[in-house]
C-alpha cells in the first residue's frame, strides 16, 4: 500500500548546510527534484524571506551546491535551479533503490522536513536500513498509509473530510454562502459545535499538508 513518511533530517546529512546556517531565518523550499546522473541532483528550490544578493552569495559559498542558476524574482522571494552535488545518498536512495518520490522538502535553520511517498511501506525499510549503516540521522514524525479513504490522502480523519466535503458541495464557501454552518450540522446529523470545530480542523490541517507542509516543525 501506498505510504507517506514525514520526517527531519540534519541539513548536515542532507544539502545546503552552509546557505541554512549563513541564512538561518529564511525558508528553503524544494519545488521539484530530478536525478542529474549518479553523482548529482538537481532541484528546483524556492528561497524566502531575504534579498537576491545575500541568497546568491551564500549559495556560492556553499560546497554541497554547483551550477547555480536564478529562474525568477518574485518581492521576498527568488526561484533557483542548480545541482546538489555533495551530500545527496540519502535522496538518491530514495529516489532509486526504495522507489520514493520525494513530496516535500522544507529546510530552515539546520534540518530539512521531508515528506516521501514510497510505492509500498516495505520499501521504507530500505531507507530505515540505509540510514542506519551510514549513521545519517532521520527522525520520523509519521508514518501514513493511503488507503481507499480519500480523507487520508490529505491529514485529515474521516469526520473531517466528511463536513470540508459537504461544506463545499453546499456552498458553504462561496460569497455569499448558499448555506449556513446550522444546515450543514442538521444535514450531517451532527451539532453545531461538532461541525464547526471539524471544519475548523480539517480546513487547518488541509492548509499545513499543503501549503506550509514541515515549516512549524522547524521553527
Not at 546556517?21 to 519545488?31: D, G, K, N, R, T
Not at 540505509?130 to 498509509?145: A, N
Not at 470540508?164 to 449556513?180: H, N, Q, T
Not at 464547526?196 to 480542523?201: A, F, Q, V
Request: hydrophobic fraction near 40%.
Amino acid at each position: 500500500m501506498p505510504t507517506i513518511v514525514s520526517g527531519t533530517v540534519p541539513a548536515s546529512d542532507l544539502a545546503l548546510s552552509h546557505s541554512l546556517e549563513a541564512l538561518p531565518e529564511l525558508l528553503f523550499e524544494v519545488e521539484r527534484i530530478v536525478t542529474s546522473g549518479d553523482d548529482a541532483l538537481m532541484p528546483m528550490l524556492w528561497v524566502r524571506g531575504g534579498s537576491r544578493a545575500e541568497i546568491e552569495s551564500a549559495l556560492d559559498e556553499d560546497p554541497t551546491v554547483d551550477d547555480v542558476d536564478l529562474l525568477g524574482e518574485f518581492d521576498d522571494e527568488c526561484l533557483f535551479r542548480m545541482e546538489w552535488v555533495s551530500r545527496i545518498d540519502l535522496i538518491m536512495q530514495m529516489l532509486t533503490n526504495s522507489e520514493a518520490t520525494v513530496l516535500d522538502a522544507v529546510g530552515k535553520n539546520d534540518r530539512w522536513k521531508v515528506r516521501v511517498l514510497y510505492p509500498r511501506r516495505s520499501l521504507f525499510s530500505k531507507t530505515h536500513d540505509f540510514c542506519e549503516e551510514h549513521g545519517v540521522e532521520f527522525d520520523v514524525s509519521s508514518i501514513r498509509e493511503l488507503d481507499e479513504e480519500p480523507a487520508g490522502r490529505y491529514g485529515l480523519t474521516s469526520a473531517q473530510y466528511e463536513v470540508l466535503s459537504e461544506a463545499s458541495r453546499r456552498g458553504y464557501f462561496k460569497v455569499p454562502r448558499e448555506v449556513s454552518l446550522s444546515e450543514l450540522a442538521d444535514e450531517l446529523d451532527i451539532s453545531h459545535q461538532a461541525a464547526s470545530e471539524r471544519l475548523r480542523r480539517a480546513t487547518d490541517a488541509l492548509v499545513e499538508d499543503t501549503l506550509f507542509v514541515g515549516m512549524t516543525e522547524l521553527e
